[in-house]
């Protein structure tokens, strides 16, 4: 079973950046897609970015589009997370997961299909 370790999360004012790493405890094969969502108090979970793994194709949330970049690096079994010009409705925590969605992208963006999630990490944006 592949273990999820993220790191990088913090405190920044807007307009700051962070990268969120995220390490995955081995290579798998089967793992299609790694990618990242958040989780505000008293708000629903949400997808923010996502990349698949052999293919490279990326998708994002129109709330990160043109602000955050998803990249993997296979070789560290690494996705980061870069976050520039961040605002205060970023402050979540953010979860790294990996799994097997189908090819839609309804179902890459179903929190089921990931069967590895890390512990999350915090990001506070302040104003």
């Known amino acids: 079973q592949v273990k999820l370790v993220e790191s990088g999360g913090g405190s920044v004012q807007a307009g700051g950046s962070l990268r969120l790493s995220c390490v995955a405890s081995?290579?798998?094969?089967?793992?299609?897609?790694m990618g990242w969502f958040r989780q505000a108090p008293g708000k629903e979970r949400e997808a923010v970015a996502f990349?698949?793994?052999?293919?490279?194709?990326?998708w994002y949330a129109d709330s990160v589009k043109g602000r955050f970049t998803i990249s993997q690096d296979n070789a560290k079994n690494t996705v980061y997370l870069q976050m520039a010009s961040l605002k205060p409705e970023d402050t979540a925590i953010y979860y790294c997961?990996?799994?097997?969605?189908?090819?839609?992208?309804?179902?890459?963006?179903?929190?089921?299909?990931?069967?590895?999630w890390g512990q999350g990490t915090q990001v506070t944006v302040s104003s």
């Open positions: 990349i698949y793994s052999r293919l490279r194709s990326t």
């Open positions: 997961v990996a799994g097997s969605p189908p090819g839609t992208i309804a179902d890459m963006l179903t929190p089921q299909w990931y069967n590895e």
């Open positions: 081995e290579y798998t094969y089967s793992v299609k897609c």
